[in-house]
């Protein structure tokens, strides 16, 4: 199985010479079974990863694509409108999220609002694939609640993995998700997280305990977050605490700072490896194959 990231930007994408080498889309990552694949988060790595889908010849990129969301943030939805294979009618994309009925929309209406004509020249409804919304309360998640008996729906007819997801502190809230792949491999997805007065929310931990792969929020230095309070994110040394205590064998970090140019993420990436070996920040286009 391998994960490939399309999108490791966080907040807004940047395009400047000094931001190549990482990249500048915002969040998109590939879950790329043997026999079927799933998307996390739309934002603009999305369309590049839609050409791809759209020139390979596989089947499994022609069944029922699984696009599971951690919030409706610009920076995770933004490229949807502009992902190609959304526009063919011979395929199939089964959309899911938790909690979404904490804002008082429909799953549907997040989509179709941001593509409404005052927005986008195409509708909803005109782009032509067929889609399936999967909501799934997160009313039950409440605080002490254990992440392993929340077992979201099935993510599409005939899929093997399974899917926990945990809400967690960000403005507004967002999701983490554990992702059990076909081949039985763990990967945890975790971006878009603040730990309340810097403690590790012991629920992540659990979320990402044996992950083969760890996917985590690194936005900010530990010097930035102090500074960054509120604003929804942690910091790599975070991430690295997760890691450590929930024993995972790769953490990538993911969501960089738009203000973050390759050299500076490269230093924080060494820095990052010397206190967990097994760690990388993840770049646009980069494969993790597990
Ligand atoms: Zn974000
Ligand atoms: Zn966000």
Redesign the pocket.
């Known amino acids: 199985m391998n994960v490939k990231f399309y999108g490791t930007r ?2 807004t994408p940047v395009c400047e010479p000094g931001f190549q080498q990482f990249g500048g889309n915002t969040s998109c990552v590939l879950i790329d079974g043997p026999d079927r694949v799933g998307i996390l988060d739309a934002g603009t790595g999305i369309r590049q990863l839609g050409k791809e889908m759209l020139a390979s010849t596989e089947e499994r990129f022609r069944r029922p694509v699984f696009m599971l969301f ?2 409706f ?1 610009w ?2 939805i933004q490229g949807f409108p502009f992902f190609a294979p959304a526009y063919d009618p011979a395929r199939e994309f089964v959309i899911t999220a938790m909690g979404i009925d904490r804002f008082h929309h429909s799953l549907r209406s997040v989509f179709s609002h941001q593509m409404e004509e005052v927005y986008f020249p195409v509708s909803l409804d005109q782009m032509g694939a067929k889609f399936t919304f999967k909501e799934s309360s997160g009313d039950s998640l409440g605080e002490d609640d254990v992440p392993e008996v929340h077992t979201p729906q099935p993510p599409a007819p005939g899929h093997e993995a399974r899917v926990i997801g945990v809400l967690h502190n ?3 809230g ?1 999701y983490s998700y554990r992702i059990k792949g076909q081949n039985g491999k763990i990967v945890t997805y975790c ?2 997280i603040e730990y309340a007065n810097g403690v590790i929310d012991e629920r992540i931990v659990a979320l990402a305990r044996d992950a083969d792969l760890l996917i985590h929020d690194a936005q900010y230095t530990p010097d930035e977050l102090k500074t960054h309070r509120g604003w ?2 942690s910091s790599w040394e975070q991430a690295c605490e997760v890691a450590e205590r929930a024993n995972v064998k790769l953490l990538a970090l993911t969501h960089h700072d738009p203000n973050h140019d390759d050299e500076m993420l490269r230093g924080m990436e060494k820095a990052c490896q010397q206190r967990f070996k097994d760690s990388v920040f993840a770049r646009d286009q980069m494969v993790v194959d597990i």
Request: proline content about 7%.
């Open positions: 966080g907040s951690s919030h943030h920076d995770h960000h403005p507004g967002a971006t878009d929804g994110h």
